[in-house]
Antibody, heavy 126, light 107 residues
Framework: QVQLVQSGAEVKKPGASVKVSCKAS????????ISWVRQAPGQGLEWMGWISAYNGNTNYAQKLQGRVTMTTDTSTSTAYMELRSLRSDDTAVYYC???????????????????WGQGTTVTVSS | DIQMTQSPSSLSASVGDRVTITCRASQGIRNDLGWYQQKPGKAPKRLIY???SLQSGVPSRFSGSGSGTEFTLTISSLQPEDFATYYCLQHNSYPQTFGQGTKVEIK
């Protein structure tokens, strides 16, 4: 079955960096993109960005531009999200999710995110 | 950015009740909308995609409707396992944006 398994919880000091991994299984990794979403404690969901596992193209949320980098390693079917210059308001659960897209009768479709990882808690504290 | 206004922010309902949650988009998004259920400490789970298509494995008491700027998630007969927070997500354009969430609580 399709599964995304994320790396474990992290505790970081302000100004540090964190890199979260998301290992995919049960499907052809390069056929789907990966989105990243975060959720601060007690808050709603925030889209962070997207990466194509096919060609590495990315699209990041404006507020994170310059601090976030998303990459993939197709040899291990793993996606990564690195966030730099961490602040206390980056404390959140970070999720990866597979993008549900493809072609039907030669027409491209995109249905948003279908399968999600279990989440990785990142705590930023001095 | 497209703003998604979700209402209500919370509601109390009883088992067996019909529940309706609404999302309004600040501009037309065709049917590029999904609905997600999130339980405490768990990742979101997709219920509906393309505004009205039921995700495989999701009970038929969940349904979605709408197009353009107005969308609705309906639970026809609320079950104990449905108490959770629900979010809409527009994926018509970047950045993708979520509604603020609706917490469904036991009355």
């Amino acid at each position: 079955q399709v599964q995304l398994v994320q790396s474990g919880a992290e505790v970081k000091k302000p100004g540090a960096s964190v890199k979260v991994s998301c290992k995919a299984s049960g499907y052809t990794f390069t056929s789907y993109g990966i989105s990243w979403v975060r959720q601060a404690p007690g808050q709603g969901l925030e889209w962070m960005g997207w990466i194509s596992a096919y060609n590495g193209n990315t699209n990041y949320a404006q507020k994170l531009q310059g601090r976030v980098t998303m990459t993939t390693d197709t040899s291990t079917s793993t996606a990564y999200m690195e966030l730099r210059s961490l602040r206390s308001d980056d404390t959140a659960v970070y999720y990866c999710a597979r993008d549900d897209d493809g072609y039907k009768a030669s027409l491209y479709y995109y249905y948003g995110m279908d399968v999600w990882g279990q989440g990785t808690t990142v705590t930023v504290s001095s | 950015d497209i703003q998604m206004t979700q209402s209500p922010s919370s509601l109390s309902a009883s088992v067996g009740d019909r529940v309706t949650i609404t999302c309004r988009a600040s501009q037309g998004i065709r049917n590029d909308l999904g609905w997600y259920q999130q339980k405490p400490g768990k990742a979101p789970k997709r219920l509906i995609y393309a505004a009205s298509s039921l995700q495989s494995g999701v009970p038929s008491r969940f349904s979605g409707s709408g197009s353009g700027t107005e969308f609705t998630l309906t639970i026809s007969s609320l079950q104990p396992e449905d108490f959770a927070t629900y979010y809409c997500l527009q994926h018509n354009s970047y950045p993708q944006t979520f509604g603020q969430g609706t917490k469904v609580e036991i009355k």
